[in-house]
């Protein structure tokens, strides 16, 4: 499965111009993996301030979707609430600790693509001590974080 974690509180002179570019960067990945000659499935959380699940892990189709339909909402950069949004799609139904999904007998590999200006800004005091402590907690579980970074 493949998160993407969209930032939406990109710099007012980064994100607003920009936006439309974004999403089309997100539905070239959507497709660019989905053309792989294996199972996957997608879901995607967008942020800025807090962060939403927009769609839970389901099929190329339904993420590019979503993709299309999103709008900008702006805020601060919360990379700590994406992380943890992120990681809820990966969870078992019941709510239990994130599991490897199998399939034929062997584990899925999972990542989490971030799409973010970069810059932490939440949460207060240390918004990038909190967002590499969250990071962390995301690699120790065995996914793989794929960060793009976006500029004016």
Do not use: W
């Not at 994406?82 to 007998?105: L, P, V, W």
């Amino acid at each position: 499965p493949a998160v993407f974690c969209k930032d939406d509180g990109f710099q007012v002179d980064t994100c607003c111009e920009n936006y439309q570019n974004v999403k089309d960067f997100a539905s070239v990945i959507v497709e660019s993996l989905d053309d792989l000659p294996v199972e996957k499935s997608f879901s995607l959380v967008q942020f800025a301030s807090d962060a939403a699940v927009e769609s839970n892990l389901g099929s190329a189709q339904d993420t590019l979707d979503t993709i299309n339909s999103l709008i900008y909402t702006g805020g601060a950069t919360n990379h700590k609430a994406a992380f943890e949004k992120c990681m809820e799609t990966f969870s078992t139904s019941n709510g239990n600790k994130k599991q490897f999904i199998k399939r034929n007998g062997r584990n899925r590999k999972e990542l989490i693509l971030v799409i973010t200006d970069g810059i932490s800004t939440l949460p207060k005091p240390d918004p990038v001590g909190v967002a590499e402590a969250a990071a962390t907690v995301v690699k120790e579980e065995g996914v793989a974080i794929v960060p793009v970074f976006i500029s004016d």
